[in-house]
């Protein structure tokens, strides 16, 4: 199994433009969710889903949207990106809601 | 939203020494976890806690879930080089759905 993948590993954006952070899994797993990561802020959940077609938003959702047309996979999206939105963003899954969370390598976004 | 307070921030130390970082939260959690994170790396399960007084180990690290539902502790006994990493404590309330509630970390950094 490769577990969580995600694409790009490394992008730099310039303010306005959009662009879709991949993310997949092989494990079967029902929940996914998408996390920013932010120097001294921890780990911040932008989405979640908690199986084919169900999304809704966590902490942080301004300026991002998801959808879940498929078990393995969990796209997020900027549509109009900006400074703001430098981070470095994790995707992870889980078999069920109480289950453990296993994280993707991360994409590393850079807005300018 | 809820909040976790993760200390130490930092911990500077000898190699072979024991190690100690402590979650705590102003509000009930059903499950406690503790991950680990390389540079450049996504975050990986160390332990993981689902009840309250649970003490479990794994190699020379052991973590514990308190009694009161709203701390958790990480010991890593005899450190070594590779021990090097942010430690994060995140934990889940209700039925999951909302994800996980991560600490800020604890960077800890080994002096040989």
């Known amino acids: 199994n490769a577990g969580v993948t995600q694409t790009p590993k490394f992008q730099v954006l310039k303010t306005g433009q959009s662009m879709t952070l991949q993310c997949a899994q092989d494990?079967?797993?029902?929940?996914m969710s998408w996390y920013r990561q932010d120097p001294g802020m921890g780990l911040r959940l932008i989405h979640y889903s908690v199986g084919a077609g169900i999304t809704d938003q966590g902490e942080v959702p301004n300026g991002y949207n998801v959808s879940r047309s498929t078990t393995e996979d969990f796209p997020l999206r900027l549509l109009s990106a900006a400074p703001s939105q430098t981070s470095v963003y994790f995707c992870?899954?889980?078999?069920?809601?109480?289950?453990?969370?296993?994280f993707g390598p991360g994409t590393r976004l850079t807005v300018t | 939203g809820q909040q976790l307070n993760q200390s130490p921030q930092s911990m500077f130390i000898q190699e072979g020494e024991d190690v100690s970082m402590n979650c705590t939260s102003s509000?009930?959690?059903?499950?406690w976890l503790w991950y680990k994170q390389d540079p450049g790396e996504g975050p990986v399960l160390l332990i993981a806690l689902y009840k309250a007084g649970e003490l479990t180990s794994n190699g020379r690290l052991t973590a514990q879930f308190g009694i009161t539902r709203k701390d958790s502790f990480l010991n890593i006994s005899a450190s070594i080089p590779s021990d090097v990493g942010i430690y994060f404590c995140a934990g889940r309330s209700g039925g999951g759905a909302d994800g996980l509630t991560f600490g800020k970390g604890t960077h800890l950094i080994i002096q040989p």
């Open positions: 509000s009930i959690f059903n499950t």
């Open positions: 992870a899954s889980s078999y069920g809601l109480a289950g453990v969370q296993y």
């Open positions: 494990m079967n797993h029902e929940y």
